[in-house]
């Protein structure tokens, strides 16, 4: 049984005065495998907080099925296996830390020993020790985030959903933030986060699904995706002359000194490293470099997926350069 | 009492508790109940009358003031807020929220009446009026009166801003305070579809009046028992009615 199911899930928001349609999902299929942590990946607008929204019953789908360990994510017997973690979360700024994991406790009809173990130890989990008699109110955005985790997690759900959790953290909160969900996969929960943070996803994430404008457009396992995708061989040589290298590939780069040649199959590798060798010529580096996730992201944006990867918008020519494009500098 | 609905209102009650404005209200609310001694002083008559009556009167407002003010941003505050979120994506049904809520703002209710009730009656006895057992009814059907304009605050913030929810629920409670004069003008509505309308409006509109027992209760006269009883249903039919009005209309609210 899957973790969680969704099948031709649609959804569309009428405006208020003209009664426009927008058809905000068109059809979502997706499938969440128990323990594996699931990255729900689009840009803002494509849909995300929606389907999440529809998975909660905060929203009501116009089509499709949700389910949650095999039960209709509708009933409330199924949202008592799910802990959920709202984009840019808002609690109540008159409770302190300890009476909001009380409050969410209290919601879920849990014995009053264990739930006073379980705030105890949520606290310290996500490092609010110190802060939890403290008004939320005086909360930083970053303790916040870590309380919305901490009220997600206080029935101990067997399904753990966040909304953008990176969203308003420093980099020291990002990193304890993914310490804690692979500490949860460990577990064994399932956890699905929707989020536009491709770095902090390709840390993470075993399956991935990219949405864009409302349907799912690429789904699988992160290291399959990344693995079928394009890959690249980056050569780094010296002590060769240019002319010599031309000879060897007419395609190449210079930069500070070092020719940068960029291959596109793995067979034309070890003909030119022979080769420059041969020339008397040192090889500095050969680095593979295949798609990340980002590349992936952008092709699909861009798309198509057998679209070369695009320029990485940073400029510094790194793994998404197009193959085989090394020019003369 | 299901765990969601108990906890629920156990939060509300709470927040209200930890609101300024509540506590400045009820302070008021005491406030003009005591300086009732002081036109009792400025009037001629029966003193103790004239301090029941004013007494009774600012209590009557200023819980009503507090009903209505915390009534309209219930809903509409967790929903602006997002605070929803986190307790509809628990086990709780949006059912469950409503009856929470409308609960926890009766015992915030409850509490505020009580605390003006119990300084009014030591107030009293302190100016020689001893225990007047039918003062306490009076704060009975003042309370059975604020839950109706609970429930009434409670089905407009389910839906509407506070400004609007304000308007619509003083508008509310003000035509409820005269509505029972409906009877002695109906002969003077002659159209028949307008006719229509304003019986109608006369059965939907809740009868506030039916909870005033105030000239009884300062001018010593007797109270029929059956007119207690018919009110007490009265008001269990009308919450009831307006509740399960405001949950269906709950139940088909998208958070976006």
Redesign the interface.
């Known amino acids: 049984m899957k973790a969680l199911e969704i099948k031709g899930l649609k959804k569309t928001?009428r405006s208020n005065f003209l009664l426009k349609k927008y058809n905000i999902l068109k059809g979502i299929d997706l499938e969440v495998e128990k323990g594996e942590i699931y990255g729900f990946l689009g840009p803002n607008g494509a849909g995300k907080t929606t389907t999440i929204?529809c998975m909660?019953?905060?929203?009501?789908p116009d089509a499709g099925e949700i389910l949650v360990d095999g039960q209709p994510a509708a009933l409330?017997?199924a949202?008592?296996r799910?802990g959920?973690l709202?984009e840019n979360?808002?609690?109540?700024d008159?409770?302190t830390a300890r009476?909001l994991l009380f409050?969410?406790a209290?919601?879920?009809?849990l014995p009053a020993a264990e739930v006073r173990e379980r705030v105890a130890a949520l606290i310290h989990r996500v490092g609010l020790s110190g802060h939890e008699d403290l008004k939320l109110r005086k909360f930083s955005k970053g303790m916040i985030q870590r309380l919305g985790l901490a009220?997600a997690l206080v029935?101990d759900p067997e399904l753990l959903i966040l909304d953008e959790p990176f969203s308003g953290l420093d980099p020291v909160g990002r990193k304890d933030l993914r310490t804690l969900i692979l500490s949860l996969r460990e577990a064994g929960k399932t956890i699905f986060f929707s989020s536009h943070i491709l770095q902090d996803m390709e840390l993470m994430v075993d399956r991935v699904g990219i949405i864009l404008e409302g349907a799912i457009r690429r789904q699988g396992k992160l290291s399959e995706l990344i693995s079928r995708s394009t890959q690249y061989c980056e050569i780094v040589c010296d002590r060769i002359s240019e002319k010599t290298l031309a000879q060897i590939q007419p395609n190449f780069a210079c930069r500070d000194g070092q020719f940068i040649i960029t291959l596109a199959s793995d067979a034309d590798v070890n003909l030119v490293v022979e080769s420059i060798i041969h020339n008397s010529g040192r090889i500095v580096s050969v680095t593979p470099v295949k798609m990340t996730l980002e590349d992936i992201f952008f092709n699909e944006m861009a798309g198509g997926a057998n679209k070369p990867p695009t320029s990485r918008s940073d400029g510094t020519g790194g793994p998404n350069r197009p193959a085989t494009t090394g020019d003369r500098q | 009492m299901k765990p969601g609905v108990k906890g629920i209102a156990v939060n509300t009650f709470r927040e209200s508790a930890r609101n300024k404005m509540f506590y400045l209200l009820v302070f008021f609310g005491i406030l003009f109940a005591l300086s009732s001694k002081l036109v009792s002083f400025l009037t001629l008559g029966d003193a103790m009358k004239v301090l029941k009556d004013t007494g009774l009167a600012a209590i009557n407002f200023f819980c009503v003031l507090i009903a209505i003010f915390t009534g309209i941003n219930l809903v509409y505050k967790e929903i602006e807020k997002k605070t929803v979120f986190n307790i509809l994506s628990k086990p709780v049904s949006r059912d469950e929220f409503i009856i929470g809520k409308f609960l926890g703002l009766a015992l915030t209710m409850l509490t505020a009446l009580g605390a003006m009730a119990v300084i009014f009656f030591v107030f009293v006895a302190f100016n020689g009026g001893g225990f007047d057992a039918k003062i306490a009814l009076y704060f009975f059907m003042l309370f059975l009166e604020l839950l109706v304009i609970v429930a009434v605050s409670l089905f407009f913030s389910s839906f509407t801003t506070p400004i609007l929810s304000f308007i619509f629920t003083v508008s509310i409670y003000l035509i409820g305070q005269i509505i029972w004069t409906y009877n002695e003008f109906k002969g003077l509505v002659t159209v028949p579809l307008w006719r229509a309308f304003t019986q109608a409006l006369y059965y939907l509109l809740p009868n506030l009046h039916k909870f005033n027992i105030k000239n009884e209760v300062v001018l010593g006269m007797a109270i029929n028992p059956w007119s207690i009883l018919y009110a007490v249903l009265y008001a269990l039919a009308y919450v009831l009615a307006l509740l399960a009005i405001t949950i269906l209309v709950f139940r088909r609210r998208e958070f976006q």
Request: zero cysteines; hydrophobic letters at 50%.
């Open positions: 928001f929204k909660l019953g905060l929203l009501i409330a017997t949202r008592r799910i959920f709202p979360p808002y609690f109540y008159y409770l009476e409050f969410s209290a919601l879920f009809d009220q029935n």
